[in-house]
């Protein structure tokens, strides 16, 4: 009896991965935006708490977390949930990842952050609006936008006059985003129990902006900061959008790649060549043993 060649669906190739990458990461920046949104815009211009007391850093933080944990336990076990053409760099220089997927899982990535940003748009620019007539702030794209624009991408603290300080900090900020990610991921190393993968995922997000957020506001993703920000312009925030200040737009672009792939590097250097080490030798001590044994019953 013949048998019938089942046609490859879409599902199976690249073109699944990529709609898990746009997914992911459109639910990343929903609820990453949204939670600075909420914390900028959302809670006085609703009577939800008293006039500029409005969120906390925490809460911005903490939001980010667990959007990076529900983002990558959605969309993880199709593409990996990087989430971030960062994470995808090195996991492409690790090996992981082929080079040909590079790109494509970066334009997905850039295409959810964009999509995730209108979400929020579109959701608060009612309270946007309230906080602009509050705040007599005639357009986005004036100087006074600045502060609804932080709902959507980043910038630089105002006491930088230049952009190293800035870059630094983004190389530094991804940097310890890809060394914890891959210590995690390493089932070599401790690894985690069960699914908790996302979740440390989510903590180490939050650690990075507790300890190093406010220099220039842990973007560590060039398509959280790129998709957003393209949206922010089409949407009328102008200057504040693109180039920001003092040029800083390309900053959350090149900081992220150089410090993703610098992490591989260290992390291979410093812990996942010794962990191979230790384990050959393990092996090997266990080979001998095994040897050992039979020899010894053999006589």
Sequence with gaps: MR????????RSTMLGELMAEYLGTLILIAFGDGVVA???????ESGRTPPNLGGSWLLITWGWAFAVALAVYVTGGVSGAHLNPAVSLAMAMKGDLPWRKFIPYSVAQILGAFSGAAIVFWNYYRAIDAYDVQH?????????????????????APYFVHLWGPLLDQILGTLFLLLFILGINDMKNLGVVGNMGPFMVGIAVAAIGMSFGVDAGYAINPARDFGPRLFAW?????HNAFPGPLGYWWVPIVGPLVGGGLAVFVYRWFIEKTLVERAAEKAKQSAQSKSENVLNHGA
């Design 234 to 238: 089409i949407a009328g925030y102008g």
């Design 136 to 156: 007599h702030i005639l357009s986005l794209a004036s100087a006074g936008g600045g502060a609804t624009f932080g709902i959507f991408a980043t910038s630089p």
């Design 38 to 44: 909420v914390a900028v815009v959302g809670l006085t």
């Design 3 to 10: 048998t019938v060649a089942r046609k490859k669906g879409w």
